[in-house]
């Protein structure tokens, strides 16, 4: 590509930036277009970035990515890729959910531990510990990280850390720390550490003072967290009877409210395993 073209990219990539600070939205939705094939195409879609609705942010990072590992190793394409992603991502106006698509892309084209992958993981990790931006943002930003980072690296763990933190910020409401450790859950192997760290975050949600009914039907709508989990499947069931038991006592319950309480209340005294009362006997055999 010439000077000329890359110019025009270029300013089309920050104004569709600037439109979408000004208008206050992000673009993180799947736009009807599919994935970019072809060089040719992806550059399509770049110059019309400005000025088609269907041309997302996700659809510019795509095209750059065809773009860069359709170039030559060393080329000039590559490295205006590399650079037009951090003059984008470093841009003051840029909304987090846009800086957050950006600052992937930029993680998965760097090279491990090249500047541009150290800023990508410095960038993620700043916007999933702010606090004026969408909580669905900072849970995006630390679960993008991780599921990009490899396993056992330093950013993977940060990414581990980051999530268990936001599912336990003391000022979230039930259902944006039940996002961040769901999150970490459906993201980390069955029976993984972090799994389990996940799970008992959110086991720790059942025991918030002050639970409303509402937060109640929150967590029960994600349905059972560790089915076949052993030890971890039992405390569920228990937290989630408790969980029940502190709300069917609640005084400020309607009638169709209370009725509810009581059918979970059952539900999971129902699914607790039985104590059996029978005593052990030995067989002796002379």
Known sequence: MDQNLQREITQACIALVQKNAASGQGTRQRSPLGEPKTKK???EWLLKAAHDPDITIEKVTDALWVIYKRSKLASQARQWVMQLLLDLVRREDILASDAIEVASALYSLSEPGSGEREEAIEILLKLAQRRDIPFHDTVEAAHALYLQSPKGSKEHQQATETLLEQARWPD???AQAQEAALALCYASGY?????KQAIQALLELTRRPNLSFEDAVVLEN??????????LAKQELTARRQTWETIARRSDLTPEQRAQAAEKLEYYKN????????????????
């Open 41 to 43: 195409e992806a550059i």
């Open 172 to 174: 979230t409401t039930v």
């Open 191 to 195: 029976r993984s550490q972090e799994r």
């Open 222 to 231: 994600n349905g059972m967290f560790v089915a076949g989990f052993g030890a």
């Open 271 to 286: 699914m607790e395993p039985k104590k059996s009362n029978a005593r052990s006997t030995k067989t002796v055999i002379y």
